[in-house]
């Protein structure tokens, strides 16, 4: 019988592309069979669902750059995403203003001047849909150019107060989500958010929620890539704000609170975990750009330059631990 499979996520997620190269190894047949290029399974009763399409990989899904897990477990939280470009220094929490509505910088996806940055706000005046952020505070760059911009305000699984995911599939998944696959926590570290209460207040309700809407359904819940160890960070999101050590504590602690719940009888029956953090290579994953070793000096080394978003290859490697446990999953 058809399975539909629904992967949750931020912005990782929202590319497409580990999602993508799950589908391919499920449904396709393309792939010569080596270890860089796996030939797919081919079968035919697997359909990815959900309300977006990948980015970069048109595969169906739901993610929201910059959302966590306490926000698809609430009612979401109101935002506004730009895609700017000319940009060489922003910083996490850096205020900016435009037509009276006062913006925090609360995500950064921008590589080498361009990309995307998500902010949370207040005031009711409307955005422009192009145009100047200027800094209010902060040490960024003092006026940031934006040629579009998307709102984001809303928790797609909220329904009359509460999470409903049966009205979610009557919407978007032709009735039915068989599989609920998550990669989700990254935002939440940098919120600071305990890995203990991150699983007691929004992982538990939100497992909850789903396997009472579809008892027979199955989850998935990934443990997130170790951030870059060669730069990423610091050229991402600032050295004073993200020290590298405590953030991979974090994430270690995710991890095992993560394997803690599928362990846990409650959740065991129908929670299986991906072990992405334990099985990623969070060296040679990143985008990374050449760069002198110091400045007195004509040798080059690699310097990462995104902290969090693997390129594209990167994403296989998440994929592959998740695909691993896709075949480990009895209906």
């Known amino acids: 019988s058809n399975k539909n499979i629904l992967c949750v996520g931020a912005s990782a997620t929202a590319g497409g592309q580990w999602v993508g190269e799950v589908k391919r190894r499920l449904t396709e047949t393309s792939g010569d069979g080596t270890p860089y290029n796996p030939k797919g399974l081919g079968l035919s009763n ?60 609360t995500e950064i996806n921008v590589t080498e001047g361009s990309g995307n940055i998500r902010c949370t706000y207040s005031g009711n005046n409307e955005v422009p849909a192009s145009g100047i952020l200027t800094r209010v505070t902060g040490t960024g760059d003092e006026s940031i150019t934006y040629s579009s911009v998307e709102s984001e305000s809303f928790n797609p699984f909220w329904n009359n107060g509460k999470l409903d995911f049966k009205n979610y599939a009557n919407l978007y998944c032709n009735g039915s989500i068989d599989l609920l696959i998550t990669h989700l926590g990254v935002n939440d570290i940098f919120g600071n958010t305990a890995a203990e209460t991150l699983v007691e207040s929004y992982v538990k309700p939100f497992v909850r929620a789903f396997h009472a809407d579809f008892p027979n359904g199955k989850v998935i819940i990934s443990s997130l890539p170790l951030p870059d160890c060669t730069g990423g960070m610091g050229a991402n999101y600032g050295a004073t704000a993200h020290n590298y050590y405590t953030r991979a504590q974090l994430f270690w602690d995710y991890a095992k609170e993560f394997n803690a719940l599928g362990q846990d009888s409650e959740f065991s029956p129908y929670v299986s975990i991906a072990e992405v953090l334990q099985e990623f290579d969070n060296e040679y994953s990143y985008p990374k750009t050449e760069a002198s070793v110091n400045n007195r000096s004509t040798l080059t080394e690699n310097l990462g330059t995104n902290g969090v978003h693997p390129t594209e290859q990167g994403s296989y490697l998440v994929a592959d631990t998740i695909y691993r446990i896709c075949n480990s999953i009895q209906f």
């Open 46 to 105: 697997i359909t990815f669902v959900g309300r977006k399409t990948g980015k970069y990989n048109p595969v169906n899904l739901e993610a929201t750059g910059g959302w966590t897990w306490s926000a698809f477990s609430g009612q979401g939280r109101p935002a506004y995403r730009f895609q700017v470009s000319g940009v060489s220094q922003l910083n996490m929490d850096d205020i900016y203003s435009v037509n009276g509505v006062t913006l925090t910088i």
